[in-house]
């Protein structure tokens, strides 16, 4: 079955360092997201992109992050200058077209030390 | 703005006993319902969902209920298994497809 694959699982940055979270969605979705965990709570919308293009962002989604399509499959998070509080586990997620279900990739867990 | 919230936090259940969790949403305009059930260091992992055009949709041992009118959704895991012993989340979406989650509940089945 094919799933939603991210690299790396565990990430350990420096405050200021910049850092790129990759993801591969399923091959035949269209549609990607990029969500957050912080450690204990809830799932939080970041970013929304389709035909290589933002479709939707979170107030969370400030200048400091930015989204990409560098290729045909993989997709990517960057965070240009991390802060402390950006650590949290860094969800991808991706669906096909005309269906509503999102699948989860395992994450990607971010610490800024 | 907390578009959906969740309850209870947590719960212990035997195993084959029945888990609820409860969830309320605020906004009218959300027309798919999720509920994900996500392992330690693991991924959410889509396990059940419901439009509000029915009222109960059952899958196994899940079963999502759905009050439109009163804007609350639930799911039942029925005969709970230890392997069950997880957090769901439940979440909704309107057209923009943009997840709305709730804060999760922690459920741990005893054998």
């Known amino acids: 079955e094919p799933e939603v694959t991210q690299t790396p699982s565990h990430q350990v940055t420096q405050m200021g360092q910049e850092v790129i979270l990759r993801c591969v969605p399923i091959?035949?979705?269209?549609?990607f997201y990029w969500y957050r965990q912080i450690l204990g709570q809830k799932v939080e919308f970041l970013v929304s992109?389709?035909?290589?293009?933002?479709?939707?962002k979170s107030e969370i989604f400030d200048d400091q992050f930015s989204v990409e399509r560098p290729d045909g499959s993989n997709f990517t998070l960057k965070i240009r200058s991390t802060k402390l509080e950006d650590s949290a586990m860094y969800f991808c997620?991706?669906?096909?077209?005309?269906?509503?279900?999102?699948?989860f990739g395992p994450g990607t867990r971010l610490t800024v030390t | 703005q907390q578009q959906v919230k969740q309850s209870p936090q947590s719960l212990i259940v035997q195993k084959g006993g029945i888990s609820i969790i409860n969830c309320a949403y605020e906004?009218?305009?959300?027309?798919?319902f999720p509920w994900y059930q996500q392992f330690p260091g693991k991924g959410p992992a889509l396990l059940i969902a419901?439009?509000?055009?029915?009222s109960e949709k059952k899958e196994g041992r899940f079963t999502i209920s759905f009050n439109k009118s009163a804007k609350q959704f639930s799911l039942h895991i029925m005969d709970s298994q230890p392997g069950d012993s997880a957090t769901y989340f439940c979440?909704?979406?309107?057209?923009?497809?943009?997840?709305?989650f709730g804060a999760g509940t922690t459920v741990t089945v005893r054998a």
């Open positions: 997620a991706s669906r096909r077209t005309g269906v509503s279900e999102q699948y």
């Open positions: 992109f389709y035909n290589n293009e933002i479709s939707e």
């Open positions: 979440a909704a979406s309107k057209d923009d497809y943009k997840l709305s």
């Open positions: 906004n009218t305009a959300f027309d798919y």
């Open positions: 419901i439009r509000p055009d029915v």
């Open positions: 091959s035949n979705h269209l549609y």
